[in-house]
């Protein structure tokens, strides 16, 4: 085994293949665990504004972060990121958080959310300087989320009171109905696209560890994340998702997980555990920004990397 580089496993004699099995080696950029490798995070550039309840989407090398909440004040904030450092965009119309996004840095999409303590509706799509009004969400909802592009993005859970099951899909003008999710639940997560997208964690009568597959039709039900978590993050797709922080059963959390299709597996703990937060990326170059616990309000960024 080589630790200043690639694992080359066909290297490895009896003792050191059973050695392997066995135990769980700290490497550069990622960890091994048993034959599973995963990555790590490390810290990124702080936003410029420290908030929760905020939304991603984009890259981790050209990154967007919008809304959120700081103490008392709802944000209209715009950040882009560009693999260091966060620099002002343009405002949201609308100032909101408990909201949802999708897209990229230069074609973002941004939905529902709370205005003034209530759900709201608006959409609003981003186009690498200024947001400008797009067509509202049929149903108003908060704590959703979402995935895809900004002509072709899903929205799906949340809450309008109650824990939503409802799946809308967006076609760069407009929302239409799509299939509900076969768990009706708030605070979750998600990523993928809009004909392949993925839903996970959340809240419904309890913490959940539900996860969905979306086929652009209907959900359908796949391995559930070893840890049930709400108000966590996510990006990926629905082939190698990742999903990290929230809330667990005992306290924020640090936890990462990595999908590869079928069942969840252990990725690198967050540096900082909170909830709130938001993210972007994939599974092997992740970005988590934002975020809470108590009673501090997060500007931290966090990048996840992982050996392909």
Known sequence: ????????????????LRFK?????????????????YGSWSAGGNLA???????????QTAGLSFGGNYPAVICDNTEEYDGIAWSAGGNLITAKNDL??????????SFGGSVASYPTAITEEYDGTAWSAGGNLATARRYLAGCGTQIAGLSFGGSYGDPSAITEEYDGTAWSAGGNLATAKDG????????????????????????????????????????????????????AGLSFGGSDISSYSATTEEYDGAIWNTGGNLLTARNYLSGCGTQTAGLSFGGFANP?????????????
Not at 49 to 56: H, I, N, P, Q, V
Not at 100 to 109: F, I, P, V
């Open 21 to 37: 099995f066995l135990n769980r080696y700290k490497l550069p950029n990622y960890y091994l665990d048993g034959m599973v490798m």
């Open 100 to 109: 949802a996004g999708c897209g990229t840095q230069t074609a973002g999409l």
């Open 188 to 239: 979750l997560a998600g990523c993928g696209t809009q004909m392949a997208g993925l839903s996970f964690g959340g809240y419904a009568s309890s913490l959940s560890n539900v996860t969905e597959e979306y086929d652009g039709t209907v959900w359908s039900g796949s391995g559930n994340l070893l840890t049930a978590r709400n108000y966590l993050s996510g990006c990926g797709t629905q082939t």
């Open 49 to 59: 504004t420290a908030r929760d309840s905020l939304a991603g989407c984009g890259t």
């Open 296 to 308: 501090q309000y997060f500007n931290i960024t966090e990048e996840y990397n992982k050996a392909a």
């Open 1 to 16: 085994m080589q630790f200043g580089g690639k694992v080359n496993i066909f290297s490895l004699d009896a003792f050191s």
